[in-house]
């Protein structure tokens, strides 16, 4: 009879895999610089730091955030260019995409 409890043989299959990992100060450092300015926007309007801040202005930041790591990371411009071309041929019946050439 089952009493719905692990037994010796149940308790092994429920114990596959590997946990999921988890580290200590493992915030990345888009998310640490992101921070900073919404900090810093908030102190400017007389806030705490840590004040909610309107999804417009999180927006806002991220992008130029990312724009400068970008950048950083690149040595260039990030461009929507790349993605536009893919999106376009993508939209084609398949025998038309083979005319495009591949994004580079």
Same mark, same amino acid.
């Given at each position: 009879?089952?009493? &719905?409890?692990?037994?010796?043989?149940?308790?092994?299959?429920?114990?596959?895999?590997?946990?999921?990992?988890?580290?200590?100060?493992?915030?990345?450092? !888009?998310?640490?610089?992101?921070?900073?300015?919404?900090?810093?926007?908030?102190?400017?309007?007389?806030?705490? &730091?840590?004040?909610?801040?309107?999804?417009?202005?999180?927006?806002?930041?991220?992008?130029?955030?990312?724009?400068?790591? !970008?950048?950083?990371?690149?040595?260039?411009?990030?461009?929507?260019?790349?993605?536009?071309?893919?999106?376009?041929?993508?939209?084609?019946?398949?025998?038309?995409?083979?005319?495009?050439?591949?994004?580079?």
């Amino acid at each position: 009879m089952s009493t &719905g409890r692990p037994t010796r043989t149940t308790r092994p299959a429920r114990q596959l895999g590997t946990p999921y990992k988890v580290y200590d100060n493992d915030i990345s450092p !888009f998310r640490i610089e992101v921070a900073k300015r919404i900090a810093a926007l908030n102190e400017a309007a007389g806030l705490p &730091g840590d004040w909610p801040v309107p999804a417009a202005d999180r927006a806002k930041i991220r992008t130029e955030v990312g724009t400068e790591f !970008f950048r950083a990371d690149h040595g260039r411009e990030p461009s929507r260019r790349p993605r536009a071309r893919r999106r376009d041929r993508q939209a084609l019946p398949p025998e038309d995409q083979r005319r495009w050439p591949a994004t580079t």
